[in-house]
C-alpha cells in the first residue's frame, strides 16, 4: 500500500463486521468496526490518484465516571482524528491500526445474502477478505466501486463482478477527458456535435468515447444527471441526421427485431374427470407435468380447485398417496394448532413488554378489517371469516417471526381462505404462497425492486421504444407497477379472475418469472395510451392505478406466452434475459426451469441460436418516488 500525505473522505459506513481478512490482521476477525473510501490527494491529475477501502475497528472505551456503577455505560463510536484541514495527520497509518485495500488489488467481489454480505477477491481462489454489513446493507458500497471501476456482473453468477484493468489505454482515455475538461463546458454534448460538423472523422469517435464514458457510470450517477442525459439524447438525434445527410461516415445503430408473435388462445379449465383419471389404485398422481400444463393452459373448474390448490401450493407432495395424505392432514393440524396456542396464551403483561409482537398484532387488525369487505365472504361487521383471517395472520407470526407480518399478506391469503374455508387448511396453503413469493416482502424492498429492475429489462429486450419512453418520462424506474408484482395483480382483478390467474402462475409454465411477461403484455396493450398522451410519471401512476378492474386476464396471459416465446425465440438472447427467466445460459449444460414447451413433443423444441452480448444497467431506484409509488398504488 503507498504512503499518502493527504487523504479525502469520499464514503463512511459503520457497522460493518469482519469477517475474514489475511492472517496478520486475524485478531480483527469477528469485529465491528467502520468502512472508509479514501481517495489520495497527491496527484492533481485526477485519472492518477489512488483509492482505497480501509476498514478501522471501533473503539470501546468506557466512562471513568460511571466504571464502578453495575451498568457501565460503553461508547462504541469511533472518533476519527483530523487536521484544520480535514485531511489526515501525517502519523495517521502509525497510530491507528486498521485494514486497508488497494482499489488496483481488487479484481473481483461477491455480494451475498441479500446485500448484506460483501466478499473481496484478489484474481486468486481465495477471498482477500469477507465483510458483514449489520446495519443496512452493502448496496452504497457497491455503487461507490462502480464509481471507480469498471465492473460487470460475471455470466454464470450475476452477484459476483469481475473489475476489468485499468490499461494504459483506458489511462490515456481518462486524461484525455481531463485535459478536455468537458464536463465545465455547460453544453458539452452540443459541443461535440459541433465539432462533428467541423470535423466527422473526430467527431465520431469523441461522441462514442462520451457514451462509453455515460455507460460505465454508475446507476446512480445516470439518474441524477438527467440533463447530461437529455443533451445527450438531443446530441445523438442530430449526429444520427447528420450521418445520413451523405457524408464520408454513416453509422446505422438498429435493434434486432423479434420473430413473429404466435397466439396462444386459453383453454378449458382442467375437469375433475381429467383430474381423476391421473390417479392410481394407491391415490398417487401418475403423471405430473400434463397436469400441469393444462391448469397453465386453461386453469382449473372450480369444483376440484380446493384439492388441487393444495397440490400447487405445496400443502400435498405431488407424488404422495391418499394415505399419507391423510395423516399430513392430521399432523399439519396438530403443528398449526400448537402455533396458535402460543400466541394465544400470551398474557397481556407479555404483550405490553414485547413491542414486535404487539406492532404486529396491530397491523394485522387494521389490515384485515380493510381486507376484501366488499366480498361477501368478508362483509359486515362481527364477521367470523374476519376473525379466522386474524388468526391465521397472527399465527404465521410465530410460524415465521423474523418476517412477521408485512402489508399485503392479507390480500394474498383472502382468497385461498375463501375458497378453502378452513382455517388449518388456509393457513399451510398461505404458507406455501408466502415461500413462492417471500423475497417480496423483505424489509429492505431489495426483493421488490430486483423484480422491478427485471421488469424493466424484460421490456427493454420486448419493446425498447416503449422502455425508453419510461425512461425519458421519470418512469424507467417501473415503480407504477410496485402493486401489480407485490400481490401479483390481486387488486387489479375480480376474485375470479384472481383465482384463475394465480393457479396458472403457480405452475411454473412457461418460465420463471411468468408474471413478469404478464407485466410486460399490460404495458404493451397501454403502450399507445402512455406514449400517444405523452404521460410523465404521475399520470402513469394514475392511469395504471385505474386498470383495476378492466384487465381481460385470459388475453393478457395469451400475449404474455406469446412475448415468451419471441423472446426465447431471438437470436440476440442475452444471458442475461436467460437468467431471469430461468433459461439455460450460454454455454452452460444445465437446463433452466420448464425450458422447453410443455406443449411441445421433445424433437420439437427451439434450437439454440448465435447470441449477441449486452451488457445489463440495473436500475438503482430513487427512495422517495419508491416510497411515493408505494403510497399510490397499494395503501
Not at 94 to 101: M, V
Not at 265 to 272: A, C, D, K, N, Y
Not at 409 to 416: E, F, K, Q, V
Request: charged share 25%.
Amino acid at each position: 500500500m503507498d504512503e499518502f500525505d493527504d487523504y479525502v473522505e469520499s464514503y463512511t459506513q459503520d457497522g460493518v463486521l469482519l469477517k475474514q481478512a489475511p492472517s496478520s490482521y486475524i485478531s480483527f476477525v469477528n469485529t465491528i468496526g467502520t468502512i472508509y473510501i479514501l481517495e489520495s490527494l497527491q496527484n492533481d491529475d485526477s485519472a492518477s490518484r489512488k483509492q482505497f477501502l480501509e476498514w478501522k475497528p471501533n473503539d470501546v472505551t468506557v466512562d471513568s465516571d460511571v466504571q464502578d456503577q453495575e451498568w457501565a455505560v460503553v461508547n462504541t463510536v469511533q472518533k476519527r482524528v483530523r487536521t484544520l484541514s480535514g485531511n489526515f495527520p501525517s502519523d495517521y497509518q502509525g497510530r491507528l491500526k486498521s485494514f486497508k485495500i488497494s482499489f488496483d488489488d481488487i479484481k473481483s467481489f461477491h455480494v451475498g445474502n441479500k446485500n448484506r454480505q460483501l466478499i473481496l477477491y484478489d484474481g486468486s481462489s481465495e477471498p482477500i477478505c469477507s465483510f458483514i454489513f449489520q446495519h443496512g446493507n452493502c448496496e452504497c458500497l457497491v455503487n461507490i466501486f462502480k464509481t471507480f471501476l469498471r465492473v460487470t456482473p460475471s455470466r454464470r453468477d450475476r452477484h459476483l463482478y469481475v473489475v476489468h484493468s485499468n490499461n494504459l489505454e483506458l489511462q490515456q482515455l481518462h486524461k484525455s477527458f481531463a485535459t478536455l475538461n468537458i464536463n465545465s463546458d455547460p453544453n458539452p454534448f452540443w459541443s461535440m456535435v459541433k465539432t462533428f460538423k467541423e470535423n466527422p472523422y473526430e467527431g465520431t469517435f469523441e461522441v462514442f468515447a462520451k457514451i462509453t464514458n455515460f455507460v460505465y457510470n454508475s446507476a446512480d450517477q445516470r439518474e441524477v444527471d438527467e440533463f447530461q442525459r437529455e443533451d445527450l439524447n438531443r446530441s445523438l438525434s442530430e449526429y444520427e441526421e447528420t450521418s445520413h445527410s451523405g457524408g464520408d461516415y454513416e453509422v446505422i445503430q438498429k435493434v434486432p427485431d423479434l420473430p413473429a408473435r404466435k397466439d396462444f388462445p386459453r383453454l378449458r379449465p382442467l375437469s375433475e374427470e381429467q383430474w381423476k383419471s391421473q390417479f392410481n389404485c394407491e391415490g398417487r398422481l401418475e403423471d405430473v407435468e400434463p397436469i400441469k400444463s393444462l391448469i397453465f393452459r386453461g386453469g382449473v373448474q372450480p369444483s376440484i380447485r380446493k384439492e388441487v390448490w393444495k397440490f400447487l401450493l405445496d400443502y400435498f407432495p405431488w407424488d404422495s398417496t391418499e394415505s399419507q395424505r391423510q395423516k399430513l392432514v392430521i399432523q399439519k393440524s396438530d403443528e398449526y394448532f400448537t402455533m396458535k396456542l402460543q400466541w394465544k396464551s400470551i398474557t397481556k403483561i407479555q404483550e405490553e413488554n414485547f413491542s414486535d409482537y404487539r406492532e404486529r398484532k396491530s397491523l394485522i387488525e387494521k389490515d384485515v378489517n380493510r381486507t376484501d369487505r366488499t366480498l361477501e365472504f368478508y362483509a359486515g361487521d362481527n364477521n367470523s371469516n374476519l376473525q379466522t383471517l386474524n388468526d391465521i395472520l397472527m399465527t404465521y407470526i410465530m410460524y415465521n417471526f423474523d418476517l412477521g407480518y408485512v402489508q399485503g399478506m392479507s390480500d394474498l391469503l383472502a382468497p385461498i381462505l375463501m375458497l378453502l374455508r378452513n382455517e388449518c387448511d388456509s393457513f399451510w396453503c398461505f404458507v406455501g404462497f408466502m415461500n413462492k413469493v417471500i423475497s417480496n416482502f423483505d424489509i429492505d424492498q431489495a426483493g421488490m425492486k430486483e423484480q422491478l429492475s427485471n421488469l424493466h429489462t424484460l421490456l427493454c429486450f420486448a419493446d425498447p421504444q416503449l422502455a425508453n419512453y419510461l425512461d425519458t418520462h421519470d418512469s424507467g424506474n417501473m415503480f407504477f407497477c410496485f402493486r401489480w408484482l407485490l400481490v401479483w395483480f390481486k387488486r387489479e382483478l375480480s376474485q375470479d379472475d384472481v383465482m384463475r390467474f394465480w393457479e396458472v402462475l403457480w405452475t411454473g409454465y412457461p418460465c420463471k418469472n411468468f408474471h413478469l411477461l404478464v407485466g410486460v403484455a399490460i404495458l404493451q396493450n397501454e403502450r399507445k395510451a402512455l406514449m400517444s398522451n405523452n404521460y410523465g410519471f404521475t399520470e402513469i401512476l394514475k392511469h395504471i392505478n385505474e386498470l383495476s378492474g378492466k384487465l381481460d386476464i385470459a388475453l393478457m396471459l395469451n400475449k404474455a406466452e406469446g412475448i415468451f416465446y419471441q423472446i426465447k425465440e431471438a437470436e440476440h438472447l442475452t444471458d442475461n434475459i436467460r437468467f431471469i427467466l430461468g433459461l439455460s445460459l450460454l454455454g452452460s449444460n444445465s437446463v433452466g426451469s420448464h425450458e422447453q414447451s410443455p406443449f411441445e413433443s421433445p424433437d420439437l423444441s427451439t434450437n439454440s441460436q448465435p447470441q449477441c452480448s449486452v451488457e445489463h444497467v440495473s436500475i438503482s431506484p430513487d427512495e422517495g418516488t419508491f416510497e411515493q409509488s408505494i403510497n399510490s398504488t397499494f395503501l
